[in-house]
């Protein structure tokens, strides 16, 4: 492979997939050579309510590192930056063939399903499993990876040391992970990685396309749940048998609350939420009980009753349990 | 019309409460010769026939057959306001909507009436067919809910096995097996804990836990239990009310379709 014939994507043509990996085009010749590689990974869209959660890692050769330091002087906690220096730093990254990148991006229905399954998977174990595979994916490009420097929401993800621990030993303790709450601003590899998961959630939700007929409402502000243009977006949007657009996290609370609670909802809403029906479906385990098994019907005779006498006046069951009366003089109607 | 007292509004409450798990809504038979309920569950696997002669009653009175379709669960709630010493006499109309409830407390100090709004259930009445089964098993009926709950901790099915020998409850399950064994013994000191067995031949029939369950929701009805099995027919768990031995007075049986081998 000659990195000097690919050309590498920038901000404008890169094509953030709805779900799954995206990765610079070429390895980094000093890591194709098999020098000692350090990595960094951070995440980004923890929070919304709506749209995909990316995870990225960036990484280099240790011996590029004073380099790289020196040359890429601005990468820095992606939060600390606008939008415009975001996508050049990132163009940049792209462009520099000593480093090497990779995005996982997880949409909004794989963490709904993920959340939501009867066995549900928890939001630190979708983000324990995708750092896993982004690091898992630059071990398979052959990258002798030695370092690694993970920020971590500290007050999610739980106690560092033990997340480091529990990374340490999902990788048969060859690598030396670091993990801190501000490894983004810490580390230059980190920085770049944030950079490259922030760029890469904000061009996916930018470029977001529903695939539900009908819908196209992309004035939903920042998708976090504190904003009010999200709020309004999660009224509006609100379906009454499909619930949400796949562009929402089903599991989110305030998504969750709003299918629920539609007694709570202000009387503007109702009207929407009106259309929203709790289903409950046949308990499971009462068809497992029963499979297998022979019915009480092919042993015993079955006879329909016969009716006797007039017509009953009692309720029929469906009419008792919607409390419907049968009215038969004219005059109670009118 | 219809008219009935029960000396103890307890053992109604007890019926009702042991079959409104099983049976949701069912209509209660009522002829010059007592009252009777037939149901099956929604699967068709478990069937109950609860069977209530005259004699169960202080005073009973039917000038003509009367159908009750009944929503159990509600029964059993207004069932709940009844006293400990309370009797109840319930009351009926020919075609009337509503089931009168009335409980009086011992010295009649106190009297409470509650209706039941009726419906027209459409179920089919089945024709239990006179089974001769070579299984019979009498023992304690806190033993059986005991045994039923144990094995319900390790598994879904549970099979059921006589043998001279005695008889024996198997599950197996993801996290391991259970047995337990009870041997004939007809002369234990208390007559309640005997098991007494009559036998043709062996029989083993696999039977779904969750139904065994909702049956042994009757062990307060009664100290005994009586167990009934020949191979390919539901087995029958049966609970006579009032003096347990006496089979005239009323009785409550629930009959369970065996599992078939997945082979």
Redesign the interface.
């Known amino acids: 492979m000659d990195a000097e014939t690919i050309t590498p994507v920038t901000t404008s043509t890169v094509q953030v997939p709805i779900d799954g990996l995206l990765e610079s085009r070429t390895t980094p010749p000093s890591v194709r050579r098999g020098e000692a590689v350090k990595l960094g990974i951070d995440e980004a869209g923890r929070g919304p309510v709506l749209g995909a959660m990316t995870f990225g890692t960036c990484y280099w050769s240790i011996a590029d590192d004073d380099a790289i330091e020196a040359s890429q002087k601005e990468i820095d906690d992606s939060k600390q930056l606008t939008d415009e220096k975001r996508s050049k730093l990132f163009d940049r990254i792209a462009a520099d063939e000593r480093m090497g990148w990779a995005v996982e991006v997880v949409s909004a229905a794989r963490i709904s399903a993920e959340m939501l399954q009867v066995k549900p998977t928890s939001l630190n174990a979708i983000s324990f499993d995708a750092t896993c595979r982004l690091i898992q994916r630059v071990l398979d490009r052959g990258a002798d990876v030695v370092e690694a420097s993970v920020a971590a929401f500290v007050d999610t993800v739980g106690d560092p040391d033990s997340y480091s621990e529990r990374l340490t030993r999902a990788f048969d303790g060859k690598i030396k992970f670091t993990v801190a709450k501000k490894a983004d601003a810490l580390y230059k590899c980190t920085g770049a990685a944030s950079i490259c998961a922030k760029v890469c959630r904000d061009l996916s939700i930018a470029r977001w396309t529903y695939d539900e007929p009908g819908v196209d409402d992309l004035d939903f502000g920042s998708g976090y749940p504190s904003d009010p243009a999200c709020v309004a977006w999660l009224a509006r949007n609100v379906h009454g048998v499909f619930g949400y657009p796949n562009f929402c996290r089903f599991s989110w609370a305030p998504a969750k609350a709003r299918l629920r609670d539609t007694d709570t909802q202000p009387d503007d809403l109702k009207a929407q939420f009106g259309a929203v029906v709790k289903v409950d479906f046949d308990a499971k385990?009462?068809?497992?009980?029963?499979a297998?098994?022979?019915?009480?019907?092919?042993?015993?005779?079955?006879?329909?009753?016969k009716q006797t006498?007039?017509a009953?006046?009692?309720?029929?069951?469906a009419?008792?349990y919607r409390s419907l009366e049968s009215l038969t003089e004219l005059a109670e109607v009118c | 019309m219809f008219e009935a007292t029960l000396n103890k509004a307890s053992t109604l409450k007890k019926l009702i409460d042991a079959i409104k798990d099983l049976v949701t809504d069912g209509n209660i038979e009522v002829s010059e010769t007592g009252m009777n309920l037939q149901a099956m569950d929604s699967s068709h696997v478990s069937l109950v026939s609860l069977v209530l002669h005259t004699d169960m009653f202080e005073h009973f009175r039917c000038d003509r057959a009367v159908t009750l379709g009944i929503n159990l669960p509600n029964f059993a709630k207004i069932l709940k306001c009844s006293g400990n010493d309370d009797s109840v006499t319930l009351k009926a109309q020919d075609d009337g909507e509503n089931l009168s409830i009335v409980f009086e407390s011992e010295g009649q100090e106190r009297v409470s009436e509650f209706e039941l709004k009726l419906m027209d259930i459409d179920a089919e009445s089945l024709g239990i067919p006179d089974q001769e089964y070579n299984t019979t098993i009498k023992m304690s009926s806190s033993e059986f809910q005991r045994i039923v709950r144990d094995m319900t901790v390790l598994g879904d099915t549970c099979s059921i096995g006589c043998t001279k020998e005695g008889v024996k409850f198997s599950v197996h399950g993801d996290l391991g097996a259970g047995h337990i064994t009870l041997r004939s013994n007809a002369s234990v000191d208390k007559e309640d804990e005997a098991v007494e067995i009559q036998m043709e031949e062996p029989v083993e029939l696999n039977f779904a836990l969750r139904y065994l369950g909702f049956f042994t929701r009757a062990t307060p009805l009664c100290g005994r239990v009586n167990i009934s099995m020949s191979p390919d027919v539901p087995i029958v768990i049966a609970y006579h009310i009032g003096d347990k031995d006496a089979e005239g007075a009323g009785s409550l049986s629930y009959y369970l379709a065996p599992k078939i081998d997945e082979e």
């Not at chain 1, 297998?292 to 009753?305: G, R």
């Not at chain 1, 009953?312 to 069951?317: A, D, E, L």
């Open positions: 385990d009462e068809d497992d009980a029963a297998n098994s022979m019915k009480i019907t092919d042993w015993a005779t079955v006879s329909k009753k006498g007039p009953k006046k009692k309720r029929k069951r009419h008792f």
